[in-house]
């Protein structure tokens, strides 16, 4: 296992078009994380899976956005009606779960033109 | 209400010029306190878990230090390669299923 997988690197699309990213977590964790962040800010939750069970998601999200982790192993994350406000890193980590540091993928850099 | 504070907000540093970042914290329960560092393009890279009062980390050239109220990650003889942003992050004892992260703090070493 070579660690947080996440794809694509890079996406560029049309405004109000959809997107899909998709992670893979280290095999071993059971929690899965989804963060946003721009340019000069820390990592903005998203929402948060334990196994296949979403237990979390930020007030912040609006209902254009959905996650999904089914089985429990990798996970995506869907933008509809995208917006430029959407434009930033998607940043999906996973965890053995209790106090422990998150593993971090490299990211989606999304752009929305 | 819970917050992570990083100071300074850039430092710009000669080589081998040794200095300390700080990450205070005003959180209900401390259960872990987390240094990372960010490349340009990249997700965070994990570097140290304290999880309480007088407890050191070391790595290379980096120190992780925490009290009650803060952390302090030193950079003792900086190299141009240790450039980055460094993120703190913690857990606290009623949130213990995300992190509240800091701004960050964006290093420049010069060579």
């Known amino acids: 296992d070579t660690g947080v997988s996440q794809d694509p690197r890079h996406k560029i699309t049309k405004r109000g078009q959809n997107v899909t990213f998709r992670c893979d977590p280290i095999s071993e964790h059971n929690r899965l994380y989804w963060y946003r962040q721009t340019l000069g800010q820390g990592p903005e939750f998203l929402t948060y899976f334990q196994n296949e069970a979403q237990l979390e998601k930020s007030r912040l999200l609006s209902d254009r956005f959905s996650a999904e982790r089914p089985k429990g192993s990798f996970s995506t994350l869907e933008i509809q009606r995208t917006e430029q406000g959407d434009s930033a890193m998607y940043l999906c980590?996973?965890?053995?779960?209790?106090?422990?540091?998150?593993?971090f993928g490299s990211g989606t850099r999304l752009t929305v033109v | 209400e819970d917050q992570v504070t990083q100071s300074p907000e850039a430092l710009r540093l000669q080589e081998g010029e040794s200095s300390s970042l700080n990450c205070s914290y005003t959180?209900?329960?401390?259960?872990?306190l987390f240094w990372y560092r960010q490349d340009p393009g990249k997700g965070p890279e994990f570097l140290f878990t304290l999880y309480s009062a007088g407890e050191e980390k070391e790595k290379e050239r980096l120190k992780a230090t925490l009290t009650k109220k803060e952390s302090f990650l030193h950079i003792t003889a900086p190299k141009p390669e240790d450039s980055a942003t460094y993120l703190c992050a913690v857990y606290n004892a009623g949130n213990n299923r995300k992190l509240i992260w800091g701004l960050g703090t964006s290093l420049a070493v010069n060579p």
């Open positions: 959180v209900s329960g401390l259960r872990g």
């Open positions: 980590a996973s965890s053995p779960g209790g106090v422990y540091g998150y593993t």
